[in-house]
């Protein structure tokens, strides 16, 4: 037999397993499955920053949080209140966000002083909404996020591995304090005031 045509002998039977096995997923209904959508509404409110990868925009702060409200179908206000130390006023930044609904609502383009644009992602969201993790899309910065500013430690480390999973820089991130007895902890970052 010429070997030109045990080559297309071979490409043929190789080609029959490959549309054998996509009839087999489409008589099961299996598609493949992605994250699931952001559900915006329940995204909303209060987020308190448990940890993040320090730059300088965020770098030095206590008890901070992020606060998301809608001003259109798919615009975002975003507020962040920081303290540079818990005897220090409470300053806050605000911002606007589009939201790429084709992303599942997951990314996001939010805008600083009203032209400047930054890429940001919600890579995670706990089912019940207690908890998200947030990236930029290079994963040069990271943030947990959760809605209770103090959070248990087997759950932090848990965040930390899944954040780890998601390409995130795990190692670069720091907890953000939230009391005041957190400050000088290990693993917490260092404030601005003294």
Not at 21 to 30: M, Y
Not at 141 to 164: E, F, N, T
Not at 183 to 192: A, I, L, M, N, S
């Amino acid at each position: 037999m010429p070997m030109a045509l045990i080559h297309r002998a071979v490409r043929f039977a190789l080609f029959a397993c490959l549309l054998v096995a996509a009839a087999g997923c489409a008589s099961r209904g299996e598609v493949p499955q992605g994250p699931a959508a952001v559900d915006l509404p329940r995204f909303m409110g209060t987020w308190h920053v448990v940890a993040h990868i320090p730059y300088f925009a965020e770098r030095g702060h206590v008890a901070a949080r992020y606060e998301y409200a809608f001003r259109d179908r798919d615009k975002v206000g975003v507020a962040y209140h920081y303290r540079e130390g818990f005897d220090q006023p409470e300053q806050v930044r605000e911002a606007r966000a589009s939201v790429k609904e084709a992303s599942g609502n997951r990314e996001w383009t939010l805008w600083f002083v009203g032209v400047v644009p930054a890429k940001w992602r919600i890579v995670e969201v706990a089912p019940d909404y207690s908890w998200a993790l947030a990236d930029y899309p290079g994963r040069d910065m990271g943030w947990i996020l959760a809605r209770d500013p103090i959070m248990d430690d087997s759950l932090y480390q848990d965040l930390v591995k899944r954040a780890r999973d998601h390409g995130i820089n795990a190692r670069q991130l720091v907890r953000i304090p939230q009391a005041p007895e957190q400050v000088g902890k290990p693993g917490f970052g260092e404030t601005k005031a003294p």
